[in-house]
């Protein structure tokens, strides 16, 4: 008897559930990744993302094989390739992970549907994506159909109970995977065959869950610690960066706040605290997929569209030296601090008045851990239409500059331009003398930060 483990956002064997429950149920399993063209078809395969899922299929591929397995990969309608391989291999069941979007439950609904007329049957797991499910931490009452308390749309109480809720056991990784003889698979891709024709950022991290779980290891000893003093020091860069390897499911958000748990000390627990703004989300975006690109809540905003400023701020010369640092980090690395994501996003969305989508394209299109629920309802949060509790405030990039960088060190790490000027000066060179600030080649602020915040509150109706 035969199992497919049909992998998507979980590309890891340790604390895989899906893997494990396809392995106790048959004797030979095929480990499936699908090259889905109805992911590419949406957009959502960018160069960066590319070449760090290259990388993650190749690590998969090696730990099965060193547990007497290999990947077999396809490349199609994920639908349809799922279907065909388990008919080839007269499989049972086909067992995958829960997914929080829109086309993760369309897929899902499709892969039930054509396998059960198949005479096959689709195994569901959960806890794979997110460390607690969508739907197993609901307000009172939220569990009555129609009550419309499916999921919380406020962080502080859903934490509290995320936190009583606990997640499941850590499962270990199968010690062996017996495939099937004679599965036909493609070759694992490079980035550039996922990705034709785009062009990688220069410094991404390494994919795969190998280089995740070194991350965790190294991180957890030299930066655990001191997560909660440090994790806003913009300069210090001391995060965990795991963001890619959570997207990818290389590491296991489980796994994680397990092992974080471990240590009882103000580090650890404001770190497990920000994976639970990830599970947060994601339990958003499951009872309302549609808030991936329409406002989660309306806030009567008539935005301005995709001009010369937006395009100033994506190409980091928007006059203002810490947003302009963040987005040339995010170009140089595929990522970018989640202080410098807040400035940027308040910026764009408040003093410049523009969509938040225009800027979540933007974001998808260059973050290795691009996330439609993380991505999308953080800018929600950002532009004050999600579930800030203060949709009305405007960060000001100087006094947040100069808090978060008080040195201009990271300022000056990416705007190269600016890197003679000394300390926090390095924050307004519109303040410099007429000379200094023509010789200087960086732009004059694109728009006033008073004029920007009085047209906002305009718009919003609040002055
Ligand atoms: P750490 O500080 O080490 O945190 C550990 C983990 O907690 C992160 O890896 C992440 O999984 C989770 N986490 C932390 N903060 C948040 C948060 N605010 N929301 C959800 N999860 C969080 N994160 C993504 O993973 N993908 C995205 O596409 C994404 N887009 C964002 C867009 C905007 C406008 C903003 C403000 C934030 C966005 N974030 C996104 C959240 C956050 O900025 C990143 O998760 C974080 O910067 C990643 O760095 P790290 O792994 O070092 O984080």
């Known amino acids: 008897d035969v199992a497919v483990c049909l992998f998507t956002s979980d590309l890891r064997v340790h604390d895989q559930p899906v893997l494990r429950a396809a392995v106790r149920a048959a004797t030979r399993v095929v480990p499936l990744f699908v090259v889905d063209q109805g992911v590419a078809a949406a957009g959502f395969v960018t160069a960066n993302r590319a070449a760090f899922l290259a990388a993650a299929l190749a690590d998969l591929d090696s730990s099965l094989r060193s547990r007497g397995g290999r990947l077999i990969l396809r490349t199609g309608d994920v639908v349809a390739e799922t279907c065909r391989v388990a008919a080839e291999c007269g499989a049972g069941e086909v067992h995958l992970a829960a997914g929080v979007s829109g086309y993760a439950a369309r897929r899902e609904r499709r892969l039930a549907d054509r396998l059960a007329a198949e005479g096959r049957r689709l195994v569901v797991h959960d806890a794979v994506i997110t460390a607690v499910p969508p739907g197993a931490v609901v307000p009172s009452g939220g569990s009555r159909p129609g009550s419309g308390k499916d999921h919380f749309a406020v962080f502080t109480p859903y934490f509290r109970r995320w936190w009583a809720e606990g997640t499941r056991p850590v499962v270990a990784a199968p010690r062996t995977v017996a495939v099937p003889e004679g599965v036909r698979s493609a070759a694992l891709p490079t980035g550039a065959e996922l990705c034709p024709g785009g062009r990688p950022s220069p410094a991404l991290p390494e994919g795969g869950e190998a280089a995740g779980r070194r991350r965790f290891a190294s991180w957890r000893r030299t930066g655990l610690a001191a997560y909660e003093d440090r994790h806003d020091d913009l300069p210090g860069d001391a995060t965990s960066r795991l963001s890619p390897y959570l997207h990818f499911g290389c590491v296991s958000p489980v796994e994680l706040v397990r092992t974080a748990a471990d240590r009882d000390d103000a580090g650890a627990y404001a770190f497990v605290r920000q994976l639970a703004w990830r599970d947060f989300h994601h339990q958003v975006l499951a009872a309302r997929p549609a808030a991936a690109w329409r406002e989660y809540r309306t806030r009567g905003d008539r935005w301005r569209g995709d001009g010369v ?130 010789a200087l080649d960086y732009p004059a602020p694109v728009v006033e930060l008073d004029a920007g915040t009085a047209r906002f509150r305009r718009a919003r109706g609040l002055d």
């Not at 980091?316 to 807040?342: C, F, I, K, S």
Request: avoid cysteine.
């Open 309 to 438: 400023e937006a395009a100033a701020w994506r190409a980091g010369r928007t006059g203002y030296p810490v947003v302009d640092a963040g987005l040339r980090q995010l170009r140089h690395e595929g990522w970018m601090h989640n202080r410098a994501r807040l400035l940027a996003a308040s910026f764009l969305t408040k003093t410049l008045y523009v969509d938040w989508r225009v800027g979540a394209r933007h974001f998808l299109d260059l973050l290795v851990d691009g996330d439609l629920a993380d991505n999308q309802l953080n800018w929600q949060w950002a532009a004050g239409t999600g579930t800030d509790t203060r949709p009305n405030r405007v960060l000001n990039p100087v006094v947040q500059g100069r808090r978060f960088d008080p040195d201009g060190a990271y300022v000056r790490r990416w705007v190269p331009e600016l890197a003679d000027l000394p300390g926090a000066a390095v924050h307004r060179p519109w303040r410099l003398d007429g000379r200094e600030r023509a």
